[in-house]
Nanobody, 124 residues
Framework: QLQLVESGGGLVQPGDSLRLSCVAS????????IGWFRQPPGKEREFVAT????????NYADSVKGRFTVSKDDAKSTAYLQMNSLKPEDTAVYYC?????????????????WGQGTQVTVSS
């Protein structure tokens, strides 16, 4: 069974940066895609970014393009989300998820495994 654990969240000021980590353990295959999603307070979960583990295909939500960067470390089975120029509207619980395919879907329902989330709060 694949397990995902997010970390790296915290309280920061607008303009600051954070790097989130998503460590995969258990039965992980390189045909999986790792997606990042977030859920602001009182709102629906929304897509942030995704990376296909094997193909390297990347996708970003328009709201984070130019500010966020997704990457991976194959040896450590870890995906990262580098978050720069953070804004108050980036405040949310951030989740990583795994999709059992070679694609890089932006649709949450296509992901099979989810982490517990890490809180990111951007406030002055």
């Amino acid at each position: 069974q694949l397990q995902l654990v997010e970390s790296g969240g915290g309280l920061v000021q607008p303009g600051d940066s954070l790097r989130l980590s998503c460590v995969a353990s258990g039965r992980f295959f390189t045909n999986y895609a790792i997606g990042w999603f977030r859920q602001p307070p009182g709102k629906e979960r929304e897509f942030v970014a995704t990376i296909s583990w094997s193909s390297g295909i990347l996708n970003y939500a328009d709201s984070v393009k130019g500010r966020f960067t997704v990457s991976k470390d194959d040896a450590k089975s870890t995906a990262y989300l580098q978050m720069n120029s953070l804004k108050p509207e980036d405040t949310a619980v951030y989740y990583c998820a795994a999709d059992r395919s070679w694609g890089a879907s932006m649709v949450a329902d296509e992901y099979d495994f989810w982490g517990q989330g890490t809180q990111v709060t951007v406030s002055s």
